[in-house]
Nanobody, 120 residues
Framework: QVQLVESGGGLVQPGGSLRLSCVAS????????MAWYRQAPGNERELVAT???????DYRDSVKGRFTISRDNAKKMVYLQMNSLKPEDTAVYYC??????????????WGQGTQVTVSS
């Protein structure tokens, strides 16, 4: 059984910063891609940032220069540093990981989500 648990969401004023964390646990042989998605009310879930096991990082255009994804493979963690937050960043943020287990080379797993609200 594999679990992803996020933390670090909350309420922040426009222009502020938040750091999201996600830790993976369970029967993990290796972690492939790790990523952050978000979903605002009435919208589809969208990819925010992704980090491959080979070190390739990418961001959606609207967060480039403001958000930074990083990972600590030894701790099985991925982070999302969010600076210069805007009201349009308000959403539930989800951690994603493609994980190799004893029975699968790359099984998708999701965290439960953490709310980020940007408002004055």
């Amino acid at each position: 059984q594999v679990q992803l648990v996020e933390s670090g969401g909350g309420l922040v004023q426009p222009g502020g910063s938040l750091r999201l964390s996600c830790v993976a646990s369970g029967s993990i042989r290796a972690i492939n891609t790790m990523a952050w998605y978000r979903q605002a009310p009435g919208n589809e879930r969208e990819l925010v940032a992704t980090s491959s096991s080979g070190g390739i990082i990418d961001y959606r255009d609207s967060v480039k220069g403001r958000f930074t994804i990083s990972r600590d493979n030894a701790k099985k963690m991925v982070y999302l540093q969010m600076n210069s937050l805007k009201p349009e960043d308000t959403a539930v943020y989800y951690c994603f990981a493609g994980i190799a287990t004893m029975t699968s080379q790359n099984e998708p797993y999701w965290g439960q989500g953490t709310q980020v609200t940007v408002s004055s």
